[in-house]
C-alpha cells in the first residue's frame, strides 16, 4: 500500500508535483500519538540523528575537557552550509585537542551557501574537509576518541569504538536493537543504521524529555538541546529551514534535517518526539511536512509561520510560479 500523498507543487493553479511520505509523533512513554503512512518500515535517518551522535561524543566528557562553548556544541549537531563561522569553529574543536582539518575524514565539498563559495573561488582557493557540512559531527567525534584514548584514524569504521558508542547511544534513546539493522554509509563517510520512523520519533522524545534517560545523560541532553537554541545559525546557517525554525522558538523545539527527506524533531513542552520521510527524498517536503506538524501541535501561530507552511516557488527573475502545499491527507489531519 502507497504512502499517503502529503505535499502537492502548483503551478498555474495545476498540481505539477506530489510528494508521499510518512510520519510518526510519539511521546516520551513510547505511545503513538498519531501518524500517516508506514511508520514500521525502516529507514535511513541520516543526518536527522546528529544531535544522538553527538550525546555520543560529549559523553566522553569532551566538553568539560577541551572547554567548549555553546557555539562547538552547537555545530557537532549540525549539517551546516560552510560559511566562515562554521569552518572557523569546526577548526576550533579540533585545535583544542591539539588536532586539525586534515584529521578530518568526511571529505571535501563546495560549501552549499553560495556566497561562501564563490568568496572561496574568488580568493583561488579550494574547499577543505571543514568546508564539508558534517565537518562539526565529525570534529565532536575525534575529540571524543582523544578523551578515550582511542586512535583518531578511522573513526569513521564502524567497527571503530566511537562508532559503537554511537550505536550503543541510538539503540538507548531508541529502543532498538541495530546489530543485525541494514547498514550504509552516510555521505560524509560515518555508517548509518536503518530504523522504523516510530522508533526515531520515540527517541527524540526522550532527548527532549529525558525520561527513563540516567540523570548525566539527562543534563547532556539540555546542554545540547540550550547550545542549539543559543546558535541555531551552527546547526544549518543563511536562509536554512532549521535556523529559522529554532531562530523563531528556541528551547521550544529542537529540528533537524537528513538527506532524502527525512526529518526529525523534539518537543520538550509537549513531551513529543516527531519523524518523518518523504519517499522521494525532496527536502521541499518535509520542510512544509513539518511546519504543519508544528502549527497542527499549537507550537507555531499559523499567521505568523505562513511563509513556512505554503511557500511560495520563485523563478531567477523573483517572480512567484507556484506554491508548496500541504495535499488533503496533510490539512486534515486531526491532532
Not at 549537531?77 to 568526511?106: K, M, Q, Y
Not at 574568488?122 to 557540512?133: D, F, M, V
Not at 575529540?143 to 569513521?156: F, L, M, N, W
Amino acid at each position: 500500500m502507497d504512502n499517503p500523498i502529503l505535499i502537492e507543487t502548483t503551478r498555474g493553479g495545476v498540481v505539477e508535483s506530489r510528494h508521499r511520505g510518512s510520519l510518526a509523533v510519539v511521546d516520551s512513554d513510547g505511545h503513538i500519538r498519531f501518524s500517516l503512512g508506514d511508520i514500521t518500515t525502516t529507514v535511513f535517518p541520516r543526518s536527522a540523528i546528529k544531535a544522538l551522535q553527538a550525546v555520543a561524543s560529549f559523553e566522553t566528557g569532551a566538553i568539560e575537557k577541551f572547554s567548549l562553548g555553546n557555539a562547538e556544541v552547537a555545530i557537532a549537531c549540525a549539517s551546516h552550509t560552510g560559511e566562515p563561522e562554521h569552518v572557523v569553529t569546526a577548526e576550533g574543536i579540533l585545535n583544542e585537542a591539539g588536532l586539525g582539518r586534515d584529521d578530518l575524514e568526511c571529505g571535501p565539498h563546495w560549501p552549499s551557501y553560495e556566497t561562501a563559495a564563490l568568496n572561496l573561488a574568488g580568493k583561488g582557493e579550494r574547499p577543505c574537509s571543514l568546508h564539508n557540512n558534517c565537518s562539526g559531527k565529525h570534529a565532536g567525534m575525534l575529540i571524543s576518541a582523544v578523551c578515550q584514548g582511542h586512535e583518531t584514524s578511522g573513526y569513521i569504521k564502524p567497527e571503530h569504538e566511537v562508532q559503537r558508542r554511537v550505536r550503543s547511544v541510538i539503540e538507548g534513546f531508541c529502543d532498538v536493537d541495530l546489530s543485525d539493522a541494514p547498514m550504509g554509509t552516510d555521505g560524509c563517510s560515518l555508517p548509518t543504521w536503518a530504523m522504523p520512523l516510530e522508533k526515531l520519533a520515540y527517541g527524540f522524545a526522550r532527548f527532549g524529555t529525558g525520561d527513563s534517560l540516567e540523570p548525566e545523560r539527562v543534563k547532556l541532553c539540555q546542554k545540547i538541546r540550550s547550545a542549539v537554541a543559543e546558535f541555531p545559525f551552527m546547526v544549518a546557517g543563511s536562509n536554512r529551514f532549521c535556523t529559522r525554525i529554532m531562530k523563531q522558538l528556541g528551547q521550544q523545539a529542537f529540528v533537524k534535517t537528513g538527506a532524502e527527506g527525512v526529518f526529525c524533531a523534539s518537543l520538550p513542552q509537549l513531551g513529543l518526539g516527531l519523524a518523518l520521510k518523504i519517499d522521494d527524498g525532496a527536502s521541499r517536503g518535509s520542510e512544509v511536512v513539518l511546519a504543519h506538524l508544528l502549527q497542527k501541535l499549537g507550537v507555531v501561530d499559523a499567521d505568523e509561520f505562513a511563509a513556512e507552511l505554503e511557500p511560495g516557488i520563485l523563478n531567477r527573475n523573483n517572480i512567484k510560479t507556484g506554491d508548496i502545499k500541504a495535499a488533503s491527507a496533510l490539512s486534515d489531519l486531526k491532532i
